[in-house]
């Protein structure tokens, strides 16, 4: 079983920076394949990023491929989105996810557990 909680959203002005962290409970974290997804108001949930239990490979939606870096720290059991360049359509709520595969997926179906969200508003 794995616990994850998101922090360090907020609220941030277009093309400025934010990071958002996931803290994952469990001593096998570092076996999970890890991924950011999102939701804005009135959409469905889509993928963000992913990264491989390893963080040798990584994942990106299109929408924010160049803007967004995702990575982790095995040791301190955290997986991090590095969002830069952000505009007011990254509006959303950002959760993470851990798949048991150690994938970096970009298939909700493919992630086991969820955090509950971070609120991400980008401001025009």
């Known amino acids: 079983q794995v616990q994850l909680v998101e922090s360090g959203g907020g609220l941030v002005q277009a093309g400025g920076s934010l990071r958002v962290s996931c803290a994952a409970s469990?001593?096998?974290?570092?076996?999970?394949?890890m991924g950011w997804f999102r939701q804005a108001p009135g959409k469905e949930r889509e993928f963000v990023a992913a990264i491989t239990w390893s963080g040798s490979s990584t994942n990106y939606a299109d929408s924010v491929k160049g803007r967004f870096t995702i990575s982790r720290d095995n040791a301190k059991n955290t997986v991090y989105l590095q969002m830069n360049s952000l505009k007011p359509e990254d509006t959303a709520i950002y959760y993470c996810?851990?798949?048991?595969?150690?994938?970096?997926?970009?298939?909700?179906?493919?992630?086991?557990?969820w955090g509950q969200g971070t609120q991400v508003t980008v401001s025009s």
């Open positions: 996810a851990a798949d048991r595969s150690g994938s970096s997926t970009r298939a909700e179906t493919g992630y086991d557990y």
């Open positions: 469990g001593r096998t974290f570092s076996r999970y394949g």
